[in-house]
């Protein structure tokens, strides 16, 4: 009998019962955070440099969660695939939330820091959510 393929658990769309997250759903969230990074990132470069009233620092700042973006992204992609992590309650869950955290109140600071301060506390909690699912990967 041939070996289950390392991809069955993300072709196939229907999880195991009690399954949460599905690997389809981590592999999902992972594609569109790498798609949503590289828009982001391509926005920054062009669109946000000509901006006016758009400092250097802040295509840094922007650029950098663009680039957090994908890095999570494919984070949660490479979870998706593995027999044992896929199912993992914690990991995906906390990368994907303190991920899509950490990247967006970046970038919401970068167009409004004011009205968008609250988001400012918000950014190291997203970050460590984030740190915290790969950890938990971990054990």
């Known amino acids: 009998m041939p070996e289950p393929s390392l991809l069955t658990p993300l072709l ?23 798609a949503a990074g ?17 400092t250097p620092d802040q295509v840094s700042a ?15 992609c490479m979870v998706s695939l593995h027999p044992r ?13 303190g991920g899509f955290i950490f990247s967006t109140s970046i970038m919401a600071l970068v167009f409004n820091k004011e009205r968008a301060r609250l988001f400012g506390p918000v ?3 997203g970050g460590m959510l984030a740190i915290a699912g790969y950890i938990s990967l971990a054990f």
């Open 12 to 34: 196939s769309s229907r999880p195991s019962p009690g399954s949460f997250p599905s690997p389809l759903l981590l592999w999902r969230t992972g594609a569109s955070f790498v």
């Open 123 to 125: 950014t190291p909690l």
């Open 62 to 76: 922007f650029t950098t969660a663009a680039h957090y973006a994908i890095y999570n992204g494919l984070g949660l």
């Open 38 to 54: 590289m828009i982001a990132g391509a926005f920054g470069a062009h669109a946000l440099k000509s901006k006016a009233g758009i």
């Open 85 to 97: 992590f896929s199912t993992h309650r914690f990991a995906g869950p906390a990368i994907a939330l």
